[in-house]
């Protein structure tokens, strides 16, 4: 399968544990993309990665959240100290660098996060 | 206000019929439009872009309106397997490309 790739798909954690998410992009994709997404929402951007460089970070994105990208190839997103309101469906997405205007996105299955 | 808004609806469908439905985005400066569907617990999954002269993509017709800032998906023959909730999403190159979307519209299609 050449998709991409999230571990673990569940995540149940107790309130102030750390959790530490991966995603494995598709092979040569430059973009790496972080969204969450709750119960009858949209997903909502968290941060994104051009090769190893983290560009962006969302507001969303409090300290207690970190991202990285060492190699510019799989990506993790750790929670530090996670709260209940943490609990969501993290998503990863990566995509070429293109010169057009669509930029293509593919969705790994998510990582479902469930904080007790 | 949400950057992009939808009907969360749900639009329950006869079989058979067409159904159409539309989301506003308040950022004129975005510049690409995608429609994704999700189904329950999975993943988004690009169903189709949408352009300015808008497109057909089987029983799907999108349509884009700069003008007013709305974008629109319309289903034909609607299909059971037609289930799922539609995201209309919207980028910004400036902005990194990282999508925006909205709330989602869902679609219930009944025998």
């Known amino acids: 399968d050449t998709g991409v790739s999230q571990n673990p798909r569940h995540k149940i954690t107790k309130r102030g544990q750390n959790v530490t998410f991966r995603c494995d992009p598709i092979s040569e994709h430059n973009r790496l993309y972080w969204y969450r997404q709750t119960l009858g929402q949209g997903p909502e951007f968290l941060t994104y990665?051009?090769?190893?460089?983290?560009?962006?970070k969302s507001r969303l994105l409090s300290d207690r959240f970190s991202a990285e990208r060492p190699k510019g190839s799989f990506s993790t997103l750790e929670i530090q100290r996670t709260e209940q309101g943490d609990s969501a469906m993290y998503l990863c997405?990566?995509?070429?660098?293109?010169?057009?205007?669509?930029?293509?996105?593919?969705f790994g299955p998510g990582t479902r996060l469930t904080v007790t | 206000r949400k950057e992009v808004e939808q009907d969360p609806g749900p639009f329950n469908v006869p079989e058979g019929a067409t159904v159409a439905f539309n989301c506003t985005y308040s950022?004129?400066?975005?510049?690409?439009f995608f429609w994704y569907r999700q189904d329950c617990r999975k993943e988004p999954k690009l169903l189709m872009s949408v352009y300015s002269s808008g497109n057909e993509d089987g029983r799907f017709t999108a349509q884009l309106n700069r003008a007013s800032q709305y974008i629109s998906l319309l289903i034909r023959d609607s299909k059971l397997s037609d289930s799922a909730t539609y995201l209309c999403?919207?980028?910004?190159?400036?902005?990194?490309?990282?999508?925006?979307f909205g709330g989602g519209t869902r679609v219930l299609v009944k025998p």
């Open positions: 999403v919207v980028t910004r190159e400036a902005a990194g490309n990282k999508l925006t």
């Open positions: 990665f051009q090769n190893e460089a983290q560009l962006e």
């Open positions: 997405a990566s995509s070429p660098l293109l010169a057009g205007n669509s930029y293509e996105q593919y």
């Open positions: 950022n004129s400066a975005s510049q690409s």
